[in-house]
């Protein structure tokens, strides 16, 4: 069967006319034919589903870069919009922050065009200047102009504008007051866009305060706070132009160093709200003492001095300005219900007698002040040449006063003392001595140097160990009751260490307390007597004995003396020289012999040098005397051949 059979027999045409067997294979053609057909419709649907996939994925990707160019766009656009906002929100920022700072700047700010017209100005400005906004703008800065500075110093101004296009300095304003003030002005130009010069900007500090800062530092610098007189450096400064004048005009120039005398016990005594109005009101004295011309200066203290330029020669002007000062203050001084007598001490040199520069003047001066303190103050003293040598000659002493203390040239002696019912030797005062090479100082030279310097405390120390020792050295040579009497100054009394410094030499030298006698002055116990009272009971408490040395010098009342605990009173020397010839001395001896017998105390009498004296002191029942009848102070060793050879008092 051909395929057209075939064909017809699945068009439902000639089928019947085919046999069975040609049935069959015209239906086997079919079924083949329609599966051709069949495949290759799906083969043409794949081939047609598969182009339409790839012209879809075309599409798509041709989309998708579309759409990826246009979201690039969009984000190139986004970022440059986000920057221009940023950019312009920054720029707002900026421009409020620096308006900020212009209205709220407490520095004045203007700004003028090229003409010099105040086109723009902050708050400060008006509030510095007194000028409103509105009596500003349009006008020159030049309406501040103080008049100070002249037309000079404003053509420099401009000249250094123009070729710097800055300009700073101090300069002189003037408010809408009247009142002129300094500022700090910076001058800045401004340009635009072309690179012109368009504008320029003006900011001023005003200096007011800081000036009136500079016053009072200057002032606290070079004037004394509780007087407001010059201070020393100030003085110096005056003393320099002083001397530089006089040296070209041929003048003379005095200088004066005082100061108050006794100023440390008003302190000590009324407080120093009242010692301060004291030296207000001295400062007060010594200007109507003194010239408009002449410069009186607090230094510290107490201590003051005065300049006198143009003066005459021979220092007839200083002594009168010292006369004046002196005859102030006879008159008291009347201090929150006080009534306060003081005086000065003065000294005075001249320039050119004296010397030529201002250390040598005020070295001078002050020679001359003390020279007065030691001819018993309120006076006044002119420096003189032996001035500086006295005062060197000190200065030698007291620097060898130190290295004798290291260089084993102290030396003790020992004037005995001796009991007058016996005669025999009871005991010895210790008495130091210098041997300054070959000269033998006498305490009298050296120790009021030690006393001035504080080497008495050291000197003192030395002695005490010194004296115990050797005593100790005695009791163990068999000479058991002899007893050691060392003298205390002021310094080593009010000494907070002395009553162990007492305590550990005894323990040291293996001396028996009661074997000790320590004299103490009148003038000393009675400065402090509360303290002095305590001071003598820790040392009693530690065994001693004590005595009071040069009893009735002082100013010591009979209430005092009774409150001591004392042992024994020492008469001075000066009541013994005359007696019997004077009747007062002899009066006032038996009335010590007789109060410290009434008081349990013994009498020892110093001084005694002749058959005359010792018989008095006899008859009025003395318990002991010392003195060069008997012995002068002689060396350890001489006092030990006293001893030993049983030397004793021979009574007529």
Known sequence: MMITDAIALFGGWHVLSLSSTERVVSFL??????????IGGVFWIFRKMTYVEETITQSYKTFETRIEEQARHLAMF????????????????????????????LEGIMITDMTGAIVKLNPSYTQITGYAESECL????????????????FENLWDELRKHEHWEGE???????GEAFPAWLKISAIHNERGEVSHYLGVFHDLTDLKHSQRQIAYQANYDALTGLPNRHLFRDHLEMALAQAQRHHHHVGVIFLDLDNFKTVNGTLGYAVGDVLLQEFAARLKRCCRAEDTIARLAGDEFMILLPEMK????DAIEVAKRILQSFSSPFFIKGHQIMSSASIGMTIYPDDGYDVATLEKNADIARNRAKEQGRNTYMLYTRPMQDVLMERMALERDLYNALTQNELRVYYQPQLDMKTGKIVGAEALVRWQRQEELVSPDKFIPFAEESGLIVPLGEWVLRQACRQTKIWHEAGFHELSIAINLSAKQFQNDHLVKLVADVLLETGLPPHSLRLEITESTVMKDVSLAVEIMCSLRALGIRLSIDDFGTGYSSLNYLKCFPLDEIKIDKSFVKDIPERHDDVAIAQAIFSLAHSLNMKV??????????????????????QGFLFSKPIKSEEMTSLLTDGKQLQFS
């Open 29 to 38: 053609w079919v079924c083949a034919l329609m599966l051709g057909l069949s």
């Open 78 to 105: 986004n970022a440059f919009f986000t920057q221009e906002v940023a950019d312009h929100q920054r720029h707002k920022t900026e421009f409020e922050l620096i308006n900020n700072i212009f209205e709220h700047s």
């Open 138 to 153: 349009g006008k020159n800065p030049r309406m501040l102009n103080s008049g100070i500075h002249d037309q000079v110093f």
């Open 171 to 177: 300069i002189w304003n003037r408010r809408k007051t």
């Open 313 to 316: 020669p021979h220092g007839h």
């Open 604 to 625: 020892l009498a110093e001084g005694i040098e002749n058959e005359v004296q010792l018989e008095f002191m006899r008859r009025n029942d003395c318990d002991q005397i």
